[in-house]
């Protein structure tokens, strides 16, 4: 499920976070208990340091929607670099309006705020693409989960769990999705991360999606939220900078070459539907320089597609 890269809303060294402890080995058949709370001070301490990105960490207990938070707080002057996480969203918000919710403390449900000034705004189409890069290979530094990425940026791992706990064979499963908004130059990216979330906690998929997972159902030996999150806003960091002071540049920085690395997508039999119905079917043959997918359909050249849903057909 794919929509366009970016939505005007209607939300030590850089690359190494400073050492956290790690969880125990998780049981997948265990009864859900909620998890640690974040620990902001730790967090802050692992990824906040001068001439760095990441400039506040803010843990609250619960809101409606970090990326509209953040979306409020751009508009008021706050500065690149502020990270708010939520132990708990109610109103989260996924791409083409859907819903994301998740049990209190069984997610990681954060927005980061960027303000890439330097890079021209034809480039900003690959935030959520780096996103989705720095998210998956910090769940893969972290947990070894095989996580990989589905066009545009949904976080893949699998197979997924239905409800009920069924699993273990069949396609991947979601396991985090991210969405990233734009208003007056900056940029909110928001990620939510299913991380202890157990069989009775993960939402039914809908017509055409892929079922939903949790780094606790595939087996992670990691499960701390906090660690996890320092990984990935380091993560985040060292890709962004590298990012804006190349302006967007995305051959030079091997963003590129690393998003089509770990997009599973690509090589695939894909359908995808289109802003107003119109369905394709076709391979995802490449991404092109300006982040679009690039549907196969012979005897005509590829054709990008910059917005649509996107179905992994077998």
């Known amino acids: 499920m794919t929509e366009p890269p970016l939505e005007e809303p209607a939300a030590a060294s850089p690359d190494a976070a400073a050492p956290l402890a790690a969880a125990a080995p998780p049981d997948a058949a265990a009864p859900l ?5 974040l620990d902001a001070a730790a967090l802050a301490a692992a990824v906040v340091r001068p001439g760095g990105l990441w400039r ?3 843990v ?24 708010l996480a939520a132990e708990q969203q109610d109103a989260g918000r996924g791409r083409l309006g859907r819903t994301w919710t998740s049990p209190p403390r069984a997610a990681l449900t954060f927005s980061v705020l960027l303000r890439p000034d330097q890079v021209p705004r034809a480039r900003l189409g690959w935030l959520p693409l780096l996103a989705g890069v720095a998210v998956a290979a910090a769940v893969r530094d972290l947990t070894a989960v095989d996580a990989r990425l589905k066009w545009p940026n949904d976080v893949l791992a699998g197979p997924g769990k239905s409800a009920g706990g069924l699993g273990g064979v069949g396609p991947p499963g979601k396991l ?15 990620v939510g991360l299913n991380v202890s979330t157990g069989p009775d906690g993960l939402p039914p998929p809908g017509p ?43 051959e030079r920085t091997g963003l590129r070459a690393e998003y089509t690395g770990l997009c599973a997508t690509l090589g695939r039999n894909i359908r995808v539907e289109l802003p107003g119905g119109r369905l394709l079917d076709g391979v995802a043959a490449g991404i092109d320089a300006d982040g679009r997918l690039l549907i196969g359909m012979p ?16």
Do not use: K, M
């Open 33 to 37: 208990a909620a998890g640690a709370p």
């Open 56 to 58: 506040s960490v803010e």
């Open 208 to 250: 055409g999606a892929l079922p939903a997972t949790s780094l606790r159902l595939l087996g992670s030996p990691v499960l701390d939220r906090t660690q996890l999150l320092a990984g990935i806003l380091a993560a985040l960091e060292r890709r962004y900078l590298t990012w804006s002071r190349e302006l967007g540049d995305t």
């Open 176 to 190: 985090a999705g991210i969405l990233a908004e734009a208003t007056n130059g900056a940029v909110v990216v928001g």
């Open 299 to 314: 005897p005509g050249a590829d054709l990008p597609v910059a917005a649509g849903d996107v179905v992994h057909l077998r």
């Open 60 to 83: 609250v207990p619960v809101t409606g929607s970090t990326n509209a938070d953040l979306l409020a707080r751009a508009a008021a002057g706050a500065p690149e670099g502020t990270v």
